[in-house]
């Protein structure tokens, strides 16, 4: 079997926006893939082309296989897709919502009931969906992307507009999916979520991908320094400047901040001079590789 | 899939029962027309006309005040002057007094259908006393051809009934479609495994199953004794009646759902098609005495045709063959519009 999802060039433009231009990926099965980007990089009008929701302009898709356009009844029972809004029947309680999304896929009410559980949605199970907070109804959606055990997962933003609370649970939840052989793939603006969960991210915008890889390897290919902070007070700014390796410093008089590509070398010496206070390491994260590659203007 | 179409249609179906303003549009609304109409028309007899007597009309005097007071309310008014000024302010349908062996009738040309009316009885009063002694050779003896049961309800509850599935039909699917199309419902519905069909076909379900609860809860409000509907023996075919004028309103809910992009847009545009075919289509009166041209309209809407079908089987007590036209114009329209609606359907706002 070959690999779970091949994108091959696709493209797709609306008038003289081109949303998708020229976007390939492969992405494996039981991996957690992500793709990262700014507001309007393109990243769920790729995801929909790869859900069979649109047609690409050009460019080929093959899911499982399968070509996902048109409608592919083959295809459908295997994947299972949480929106970005939440998309529920209007005036229905949780249980009701998750038992109607099973019986479309001919799933028994059980395993619906069974899927508010694993959400940890059980006790909300008779409150109305316009009901629920943001955070359950992010869950309930997932948890109707998940009830007919699909093989393959498709998450737009999961955590947008949650509190750190449900973030963290939630992705407690989508490891877990993933762990037990499910393929995910995920689109989010969030570098940690992405650093934290997925096996390999594709960094887009302007509708194409302009970094793909683990995320340790991003990390590591962007070659940037190492941050050292530590208590204001404890080293004089010029003698920070002296240490070897050091290539800055900055001194805000609450922190003072060192800049190095050594890390070892400079934190022995602030070790002999006794001013490891208040002592934070902080190597360049995806965020670091992220702004590098998307610049930092602001978006739509 | 059995399973989708029983799990779409009980999502609907619950959807619809906990809306309280789709409850109140769809049933108690139009049932507060059938009791207001219901109630004002109750009494359909041609009130008196008032009229004036100046001074002494012996006519008048002498005629037998039991078949005169039927119809007229006399009022003796010796100020002539006051009289008249009463008549031109509408007080009184007429004033009349006698000049010698003339007959004279004051009358206002503001309300000419009393004025009429007053004149028609006085007419015949004199005629009457023209002819004094001699026995009368013809005379007439009005019946109405209906049953004398025919009371208003008779008819507002055929019409009322169609304006009532017209509104539950039309908004239902206008409204669920254009919902379920901004909530992206129709969009995740297109992930699963359920055909367009399954989709269709529960809420066609849904739209009847409504339908026929309304003409129950209708006909059970119209048959209380304070209303006194009477059925016709024909009734039962209602139901098919009522299915096929569901299937035409529905057609036109799907077709404004197509094109509007939201639940406000879709109910002013549904609200525009249903009211005024509703009027012309004599939902809450009858077209009798409508102009033709109005008449001719009305024959290509099929709200007409839901209300003459119903009133014809419900009411009239026609052999139910009757109204199989009736239901074939309806069937043809929601096929027609229902094609359309396909043509216009899209599963997505972009």
Known sequence: MGPTIVVDEI?????????????SFVVEEGEFFGILGPNGAGKTTTLEIVEGLRAADSGR?????????????????????????????????????????????GVPAARADEMLDVVGLAEKAGTRCEKLSGGQMQRLSIACALVHNPDLVFLDEPTAALDPQARRNLWDLLRDINHRGRTVVLTTHYLDEAETLCDRVAIMDHGRILESGPPAALVRGLDS???????????????????????RVTDDGVILTLLTREPAGVLAALAERNALRGLEVRGATLEDVFLELTGREYRA | MRGGFAALATAMLRGFVRDRTALFFTILFPLMFLVVFGGIFKDPG?????????????????????????????????????ALEAVRKGDY???VEADGDRLVVHYSAADQVKAGIVQGILGSIVDEANRAGAPPKFTLSAEQVEDASLKPIQYLTPGLLAWAISMGGTFGAALTLVEWRRKKILRRIR???????TVVSARVWISILIALAQTGIFVAVASIPFFGLRLSPTWWMTIPMV??????????????GAFTKTGEAASAVANLIVLPMAFLSGAFFPLDNAPSWLKNVASVLPMRHA?????????????????????????????VVGFLATRLFTWDDV
């Open chain 1, 11 to 23: 493209r797709k433009h609306y008038k003289d926006v081109k949303a998708v231009d020229g976007v």
């Open chain 2, 46 to 82: 041609t009130p008196r006309a008032k009229i004036a007597e100046i001074g002494q009309v012996a006519l008048l005097d002498q005629a037998p005040p039991a078949s005169i007071s039927k119809v007229l309310d006399i009022t003796k008014e010796p100020d002539r002057a006051k």
């Open chain 1, 61 to 105: 898709v093959t899911v499982f296989g399968e070509q996902p356009w048109p409608r592919n009844q083959r295809l459908l029972p295997r994947i299972g897709v949480q929106l970005q809004a939440s998309s529920f029947f209007e005036r229905l309680t949780a249980r009701e919502q998750l038992r109607t999304f099973a019986a479309l896929y």
């Open chain 2, 191 to 197: 992930l699963a495994p359920v055909s367009t069909f």
């Open chain 2, 307 to 335: 209300v003459l079908g119903i009133q014809d089987v419900m009411v009239k007590g026609l052999p139910w063959t009757s109204v199989l036209p009736e239901m074939g114009i309806l069937l043809g329209f929601a096929l």
């Open chain 2, 243 to 256: 299915v096929c004028a569901t299937l035409a309103f529905l057609s036109i809910g799907l077709v404004a």
């Open chain 1, 225 to 247: 320094p190492t941050r050292i902070s530590i208590e204001h007070g404890l080293l004089p700014e010029a003698a920070a400047r002296e240490l070897s390796g050091v290539e």
């Open chain 2, 93 to 95: 349908a007429a004033a």
